[in-house]
């Protein structure tokens, strides 16, 4: 079983920055991939960004290009995060996934193992 907890989130102004923080454990080496997912009030969960950890490949929803970047360590199973020029719309609920084997990234039932959140508020 793997556990995976995220923290960083809080609350900041438009145009701030925040850095997340996920930590996979327990038998987290099998881990292929993990990403990042958002979920606003009356909304559904989206994908944010991803990070396969063979080669490093990564990948952005479009609404977060330019400003989110995912980087991790594989060794210490933990992926980062860091959010920058926030907007109001960001404001969500941040979960962290892992991918136990090679498959699509940017869906959600193709992750194995979730976090519990941490919200981000984002205020204008």
């Known amino acids: 079983q793997v556990q995976v907890v995220e923290s960083g989130g809080g609350l900041v102004q438009a145009g701030g920055s925040l850095r997340l923080s996920c930590a996979a454990s327990?038998?987290?080496?099998?881990?292929?991939?993990m990403g990042w997912f958002r979920q606003a009030p009356g909304k559904e969960r989206e994908f944010v960004a991803a990070l396969r950890w063979s080669g490093g490949s990564t990948y952005y929803a479009d609404s977060v290009k330019g400003r989110f970047t995912i980087s991790g360590d594989n060794a210490q199973n933990t992926v980062y995060l860091q959010m920058n020029s926030l907007q109001p719309e960001d404001t969500a609920v941040y979960y962290c996934?892992?991918?136990?084997?090679?498959?699509?990234?940017?869906?959600?039932?193709?992750?194995?193992?979730w976090g519990q959140g941490t919200q981000v508020t984002v205020s204008s």
């Open positions: 327990g038998r987290a080496s099998s881990n292929t991939a």
């Open positions: 996934a892992a991918q136990r084997m090679p498959r699509i990234l940017v869906s959600q039932g193709a992750y194995d193992y």
